[in-house]
C-alpha cells in the first residue's frame, strides 16, 4: 500500500511538472517594470545578444521558495545578467511591494516583477498555468527551456548545464561592453530613409563613453539616439543599453560598402555598413521581380544572371544564401521573422521585400 501511495504521489508531482510550463515554442514580444521602476523590454535584450532566462513565481509559492537558492545559484554562475544570460522572475499576482519582500528574503539581484509592472499580461501571454515556471528563450526567439520537467532535479547545476547544452556559457561576475550588431544595413529608396540600428550594451559597473566616427572620405556619418545627434560622442550608463540609428549622407549610389568605427572608454569596435538605394535608378534598369509581397512559406525571384543570392535582415546581418543557374528560384521563408528584408542577386541587383506569416 505503501508502494502504491508513493507512485500516486510520483505520477501527481509529473502532472504537476507538465502544467508547469509555457505553451510557447517562440517568444512572443513585452514590455515589464520591475518592482524598483526600471522598464525592460524582450526583443530588445534578444537583440543585443543575451537569452533571457524568465522564473515565472509569486511570493507564497511553496515550491517557488524551495527552488529560489538554486535560481539565484545559476543567475551567479552565468555572469549576473552581464554575459550570455539575463535573468528575470514575474509574478502574477504580487504587488511591487510584496515583489520587494520577497528581493529581500530570498537575495535576488536580477530584476523582479509583479503585477503592478505587467506581470499578469506576461502570464497570459505565455500561457502559464502553475508556478514555479522556469523558461529559456534564445537570442533567434526560440524557447529551447519552456519548463521544470527539462530541469529536474532543479539544482543551481542543473540549470547551468542545461544553458550549456543551449551553447551558453558559464562566466563570472564582470561585465562588459558590447556592440551589435557588426553589419548594419541603411535603405534609401527616396521617399523612405531606413537607418541602420546599433545596440551599445553597456555590461561594465561604470558609465562608459562612446565615439563613433568613420575614416572613409566618401561619406558623413550620422549617429542619433533618443532624438538627439550623438555623433560626437554620448554616455552609455552602467548595465544599461543604448539603440541608436545610424545615417550615411553619401553620394549617389546604388550599393556601397564602407565602415564605421566606435571608440569607448571600455574598448574599441568596428562595424560594417551596407548602404543600399534606388534613388537615381531608372525603372528598365532592374530586371529582378519579386513574388507575393508580402511573402509568407515563400518567395519566388524571378531575374538575369541571378548566380548567389544574399539575403540580408533590416540589421544588416546575413540571414541565407542560395545559388542557382536559372533564372528563377523560389526561396523557403517559413522560418523567418515577420518584417523587412533585402535581396542581393549575383548580378548586383538589391531589392526589398516583406515577410508577413499569416
Not at 500561457?127 to 543551481?156: H, K, N
Request: negative net charge; charged residues 15%; aromatic residues 12%.
Amino acid at each position: 500500500m505503501k508502494k502504491l501511495y508513493t507512485l500516486i504521489a510520483l505520477l501527481v508531482f509529473s502532472a504537476n511538472l507538465r502544467a508547469q510550463q509555457t505553451s510557447l515554442t517562440e517568444a512572443v514580444d513585452f514590455t515589464v517594470t520591475d518592482c524598483h521602476g526600471q522598464t525592460y523590454n524582450l526583443f530588445e535584450i534578444l537583440d543585443r545578444g543575451q537569452a533571457v532566462f524568465i522564473d515565472f513565481f509569486f511570493y507564497s509559492c511553496g515550491q517557488c521558495q524551495v527552488i529560489s537558492p538554486y535560481v539565484t545559484g545559476s543567475y551567479t554562475q552565468m555572469g549576473c545578467n552581464m554575459h550570455d544570460v539575463f535573468y528575470i522572475e514575474i509574478s502574477y499576482i504580487d504587488s511591487d511591494a510584496v515583489c520587494q519582500r520577497w528581493v529581500d528574503e530570498y537575495g535576488v539581484e536580477f530584476p523582479t516583477v509583479g503585477k503592478d509592472g505587467g506581470g499578469n499580461e506576461v502570464f497570459n501571454l505565455y500561457g502559464i498555468q502553475g508556478c514555479p515556471t522556469l523558461v529559456l528563450i534564445m537570442p533567434d526567439r526560440s524557447i529551447p527551456i519552456q519548463g521544470l520537467l527539462q530541469l529536474y532535479p532543479f539544482s543551481a547545476q542543473d540549470i547551468v548545464s542545461a544553458m550549456q547544452q543551449n551553447g551558453l556559457q558559464p562566466h563570472d561576475c564582470t561585465g562588459t561592453l558590447t556592440v551589435n550588431p557588426q553589419t548594419i544595413h541603411i535603405y534609401n529608396d527616396g521617399p523612405t530613409y531606413e537607418p541602420g540600428l546599433l545596440t551599445i550594451s553597456n555590461m561594465t559597473a561604470d558609465d562608459v563613453t562612446v565615439n563613433a566616427f568613420t575614416a572613409d572620405p566618401f561619406f558623413a556619418l550620422h549617429c542619433m539616439y533618443e532624438g538627439q545627434d550623438v555623433t560626437e560622442g554620448m554616455s552609455v550608463a552602467a548595465g544599461q543599453s543604448a539603440i541608436v540609428e545610424v545615417y550615411v549622407d553619401i553620394p549617389i549610389k546604388e550599393f556601397f560598402e564602407g565602415k564605421m568605427y566606435i571608440n569607448t572608454s571600455a574598448g574599441n569596435f568596428e562595424v560594417n555598413i551596407i548602404y543600399e538605394t534606388t534613388v537615381g535608378i531608372a525603372e528598365s534598369k532592374s530586371t529582378l521581380t519579386l513574388y507575393p509581397s508580402p511573402a509568407n512559406e515563400s518567395l519566388t525571384i524571378q531575374g538575369e544572371n541571378l548566380g548567389e543570392i544574399n539575403i540580408y535582415n533590416v540589421l544588416g546581418q546575413k540571414v541565407d544564401t542560395f545559388f542557382t543557374e536559372e533564372s528563377q528560384m523560389v526561396i523557403p521563408t517559413a522560418n523567418y521573422q515577420n518584417g523587412i528584408y533585402f535581396i542581393r542577386t549575383g548580378n548586383g541587383q538589391t531589392q526589398r521585400f516583406v515577410i508577413a506569416h499569416k
